[in-house]
Protein backbone atom coordinates (compact mmCIF):
# COMPACT_ATOMS: atom_id res chain seq x y z
CA UNK A 1 0.00 0.00 0.00
CA UNK A 2 1.21 3.71 -0.68
CA UNK A 3 0.77 6.43 1.87
CA UNK A 4 1.16 9.96 1.19
CA UNK A 5 1.80 13.12 4.11
CA UNK A 6 1.42 16.78 3.73
CA UNK A 7 2.71 18.29 6.70
CA UNK A 8 1.15 21.79 5.48
CA UNK A 9 -2.74 21.97 6.00
CA UNK A 10 -2.26 25.23 5.31
CA UNK A 11 0.76 28.04 3.83
CA UNK A 12 0.55 31.76 2.63
CA UNK A 13 2.68 33.44 0.06
CA UNK A 14 2.87 37.06 -1.26
CA UNK A 15 2.25 37.75 -4.84
CA UNK A 16 5.24 37.67 -6.96
CA UNK A 17 6.72 35.65 -4.56
CA UNK A 18 8.25 31.85 -4.46
CA UNK A 19 6.63 28.92 -2.29
CA UNK A 20 6.86 25.35 -1.33
CA UNK A 21 4.68 22.81 -0.63
CA UNK A 22 5.89 19.64 0.76
CA UNK A 23 4.92 16.39 0.47
CA UNK A 24 6.25 12.98 1.41
CA UNK A 25 4.97 9.61 0.35
CA UNK A 26 5.82 5.83 1.46
CA UNK A 27 5.54 2.84 -1.24
CA UNK A 28 7.61 -0.42 -1.21
CA UNK A 29 7.14 -0.28 -5.38
CA UNK A 30 10.60 0.77 -7.34
CA UNK A 31 8.59 2.08 -10.33
CA UNK A 32 5.79 4.69 -9.36
CA UNK A 33 4.17 8.01 -10.59
CA UNK A 34 3.78 11.58 -8.42
CA UNK A 35 1.48 14.04 -8.91
CA UNK A 36 0.16 17.38 -7.60
CA UNK A 37 -3.26 18.34 -8.26
CA UNK A 38 -4.76 21.71 -7.24
CA UNK A 39 -8.41 22.30 -6.13
CA UNK A 40 -9.85 26.00 -6.78
CA UNK A 41 -12.65 27.43 -5.29
CA UNK A 42 -14.34 25.74 -7.91
CA UNK A 43 -13.94 22.40 -6.78
CA UNK A 44 -12.64 21.29 -9.55
CA UNK A 45 -9.58 19.24 -9.10
CA UNK A 46 -6.79 20.06 -11.88
CA UNK A 47 -3.24 18.23 -12.74
CA UNK A 48 -0.44 20.79 -11.96
CA UNK A 49 2.33 18.62 -12.75
CA UNK A 50 3.29 14.87 -12.61
CA UNK A 51 7.40 13.12 -11.77
CA UNK A 52 7.99 9.31 -13.17
CA UNK A 53 10.21 7.94 -10.49
CA UNK A 54 12.54 6.30 -13.02
CA UNK A 55 13.30 9.78 -13.86
CA UNK A 56 15.92 11.55 -11.82
CA UNK A 57 15.23 14.78 -13.70
CA UNK A 58 13.06 16.92 -11.86
CA UNK A 59 9.49 17.89 -13.54
CA UNK A 60 8.94 21.41 -14.33
CA UNK A 61 5.83 22.75 -15.49
CA UNK A 62 6.27 27.06 -16.42
CA UNK A 63 6.33 28.43 -12.87
CA UNK A 64 5.58 25.08 -11.13
CA UNK A 65 8.20 22.59 -10.52
CA UNK A 66 9.14 19.59 -8.29
CA UNK A 67 12.07 18.75 -5.94
CA UNK A 68 12.00 14.94 -6.49
CA UNK A 69 14.02 13.45 -3.56
CA UNK A 70 13.71 9.57 -4.27
CA UNK A 71 16.04 8.69 -1.55
CA UNK A 72 14.38 10.62 0.77
CA UNK A 73 10.86 9.77 -0.75
CA UNK A 74 9.95 13.37 -0.78
CA UNK A 75 8.33 15.21 -3.27
CA UNK A 76 8.03 18.95 -3.14
CA UNK A 77 5.99 21.64 -5.00
CA UNK A 78 7.56 25.33 -5.66
CA UNK A 79 5.63 27.84 -6.96
CA UNK A 80 7.55 30.72 -8.92
CA UNK A 81 6.10 33.86 -9.22
CA UNK A 82 3.03 33.70 -6.92
CA UNK A 83 -0.30 34.51 -8.84
CA UNK A 84 -3.78 35.32 -6.99
CA UNK A 85 -5.21 32.49 -9.29
CA UNK A 86 -3.06 30.03 -7.45
CA UNK A 87 -5.12 30.11 -4.41
CA UNK A 88 -5.69 26.71 -4.30
CA UNK A 89 -6.01 23.14 -2.19
CA UNK A 90 -3.03 21.36 -3.62
CA UNK A 91 -2.93 17.79 -3.51
CA UNK A 92 0.21 15.67 -3.76
CA UNK A 93 -0.48 12.44 -4.88
CA UNK A 94 1.42 8.76 -6.11
CA UNK A 95 -0.13 6.23 -7.93
CA UNK A 96 1.64 2.30 -8.23
CA UNK A 97 3.15 0.32 -11.34
CA UNK A 98 0.86 -1.25 -13.79
CA UNK A 99 1.51 -4.28 -13.07
CA UNK A 100 0.85 -3.84 -8.78
CA UNK A 101 -2.60 -4.17 -7.77
CA UNK A 102 -2.73 -0.47 -7.09
CA UNK A 103 -2.38 0.57 -10.86
CA UNK A 104 -4.61 3.17 -12.08
CA UNK A 105 -5.24 4.05 -8.42
CA UNK A 106 -4.57 7.31 -7.19
CA UNK A 107 -3.47 7.62 -3.22
CA UNK A 108 -3.83 11.30 -2.49
CA UNK A 109 -2.62 13.23 1.06
CA UNK A 110 -4.59 15.67 2.56
CA UNK A 111 -3.70 18.99 0.98
CA UNK A 112 -2.18 21.89 1.68
CA UNK A 113 -3.95 25.11 1.50
CA UNK A 114 -2.18 27.67 -0.02
CA UNK A 115 -3.42 31.65 0.27
CA UNK A 116 -1.67 34.26 -2.17
CA UNK A 117 -1.40 37.48 -0.58
CA UNK A 118 -1.84 40.47 -2.87
CA UNK B 1 -17.33 21.31 -24.57
CA UNK B 2 -16.04 18.29 -23.83
CA UNK B 3 -16.08 16.91 -20.07
CA UNK B 4 -17.40 15.15 -17.02
CA UNK B 5 -21.02 16.79 -15.61
CA UNK B 6 -22.04 15.56 -11.64
CA UNK B 7 -25.48 16.36 -10.76
CA UNK B 8 -26.79 17.16 -8.64
CA UNK B 9 -24.40 19.52 -7.22
CA UNK B 10 -25.89 19.80 -3.87
CA UNK B 11 -28.49 16.96 -2.21
CA UNK B 12 -29.99 16.88 0.83
CA UNK B 13 -31.37 13.33 2.48
CA UNK B 14 -32.66 11.43 5.45
CA UNK B 15 -31.30 8.85 7.38
CA UNK B 16 -32.12 5.43 6.15
CA UNK B 17 -32.76 6.90 2.49
CA UNK B 18 -30.50 5.43 -0.54
CA UNK B 19 -29.65 8.74 -3.01
CA UNK B 20 -27.76 8.54 -6.32
CA UNK B 21 -25.07 10.55 -7.89
CA UNK B 22 -24.76 11.13 -11.18
CA UNK B 23 -21.65 11.23 -13.28
CA UNK B 24 -21.57 11.42 -16.85
CA UNK B 25 -18.88 11.91 -19.40
CA UNK B 26 -18.44 13.07 -22.70
CA UNK B 27 -14.85 12.70 -23.49
CA UNK B 28 -14.84 8.71 -24.62
CA UNK B 29 -12.61 7.72 -21.30
CA UNK B 30 -12.76 4.03 -20.44
CA UNK B 31 -11.62 4.79 -16.87
CA UNK B 32 -13.56 6.16 -14.31
CA UNK B 33 -13.51 6.32 -10.94
CA UNK B 34 -15.03 7.88 -7.48
CA UNK B 35 -13.75 9.61 -4.70
CA UNK B 36 -15.16 10.57 -1.21
CA UNK B 37 -13.55 14.08 -0.06
CA UNK B 38 -13.82 14.81 4.14
CA UNK B 39 -12.20 17.66 5.78
CA UNK B 40 -8.38 17.25 6.39
CA UNK B 41 -8.07 13.53 5.01
CA UNK B 42 -7.91 14.38 0.98
CA UNK B 43 -9.86 11.98 -1.25
CA UNK B 44 -10.07 8.65 -1.00
CA UNK B 45 -11.19 5.57 -3.35
CA UNK B 46 -14.87 4.30 -3.32
CA UNK B 47 -15.02 2.35 -6.79
CA UNK B 48 -13.54 2.31 -10.06
CA UNK B 49 -14.56 1.06 -13.35
CA UNK B 50 -11.74 0.28 -15.84
CA UNK B 51 -14.70 -1.13 -18.92
CA UNK B 52 -18.20 -1.01 -19.55
CA UNK B 53 -20.09 -4.16 -17.27
CA UNK B 54 -16.89 -3.86 -14.76
CA UNK B 55 -15.79 -2.30 -11.61
CA UNK B 56 -13.60 -2.67 -8.57
CA UNK B 57 -13.66 -1.79 -5.01
CA UNK B 58 -11.03 1.18 -4.10
CA UNK B 59 -10.47 1.81 0.02
CA UNK B 60 -14.05 2.68 1.44
CA UNK B 61 -16.83 1.06 -0.94
CA UNK B 62 -18.77 -0.48 2.00
CA UNK B 63 -22.26 1.38 1.88
CA UNK B 64 -21.92 1.92 -1.61
CA UNK B 65 -22.88 0.57 -5.24
CA UNK B 66 -22.14 1.32 -8.61
CA UNK B 67 -23.07 0.27 -12.25
CA UNK B 68 -21.14 0.72 -15.71
CA UNK B 69 -23.68 0.06 -18.14
CA UNK B 70 -22.79 2.56 -20.20
CA UNK B 71 -19.05 4.23 -21.43
CA UNK B 72 -20.00 7.53 -20.22
CA UNK B 73 -22.11 6.64 -17.37
CA UNK B 74 -20.62 5.46 -13.70
CA UNK B 75 -23.56 6.16 -11.19
CA UNK B 76 -22.91 6.04 -7.53
CA UNK B 77 -25.62 4.89 -4.48
CA UNK B 78 -24.93 6.03 -1.48
CA UNK B 79 -27.02 3.15 0.45
CA UNK B 80 -28.46 3.69 3.85
CA UNK B 81 -25.11 1.29 5.35
CA UNK B 82 -23.48 4.26 4.71
CA UNK B 83 -23.07 5.49 8.25
CA UNK B 84 -21.24 8.41 7.48
CA UNK B 85 -22.45 9.74 3.99
CA UNK B 86 -22.08 13.88 4.43
CA UNK B 87 -19.27 14.21 2.25
CA UNK B 88 -18.05 15.91 -0.85
CA UNK B 89 -17.97 13.22 -4.21
CA UNK B 90 -15.84 13.57 -6.99
CA UNK B 91 -16.27 12.00 -9.64
CA UNK B 92 -13.69 11.44 -12.44
CA UNK B 93 -12.08 9.54 -15.76
CA UNK B 94 -9.11 9.25 -17.92
CA UNK B 95 -8.46 7.03 -21.09
CA UNK B 96 -6.63 3.89 -20.46
CA UNK B 97 -3.10 5.59 -21.76
CA UNK B 98 -3.34 8.22 -19.17
CA UNK B 99 -4.15 5.83 -16.26
CA UNK B 100 -0.75 4.56 -16.62
CA UNK B 101 0.51 8.75 -15.78
CA UNK B 102 -2.20 9.70 -13.63
CA UNK B 103 -3.40 12.42 -15.20
CA UNK B 104 -7.93 11.96 -14.45
CA UNK B 105 -10.17 14.31 -15.41
CA UNK B 106 -12.77 15.89 -12.53
CA UNK B 107 -16.18 16.90 -12.49
CA UNK B 108 -17.07 19.75 -10.66
CA UNK B 109 -18.35 17.37 -7.17
CA UNK B 110 -21.47 16.91 -5.68
CA UNK B 111 -22.32 17.91 -1.82
CA UNK B 112 -24.46 15.01 0.31
CA UNK B 113 -25.60 16.23 3.39
CA UNK B 114 -27.50 13.78 5.81
CA UNK B 115 -30.30 15.70 7.80
Redesign the interface.
Known amino acids: AQT ?1 T ?1 SQ ?1 EMSVQEAETVTLSCTYDTSESDY ?1 L ?1 WYKQPP ?6 VI ?1 Q ?1 AYKQQNATENRFSVNFQKAAKSFSLKISDSQLGDAAMY ?1 C ?1 S ?1 GP ?1 SSGS ?4 T ?4 TQLTVLP | DGGITQSPKYLFRKEGQNVTLSCEQNLNHDAMYWYRQDPGQGLRLIYYSQIVNDFQKGDIAEGYSVSREKKESFPLTVTSAQKNPTAFYLCASSIAEAARTGELFFGEGSRLTVL
Open positions: VQPYFSRQMILREFAMIARQLFGSG
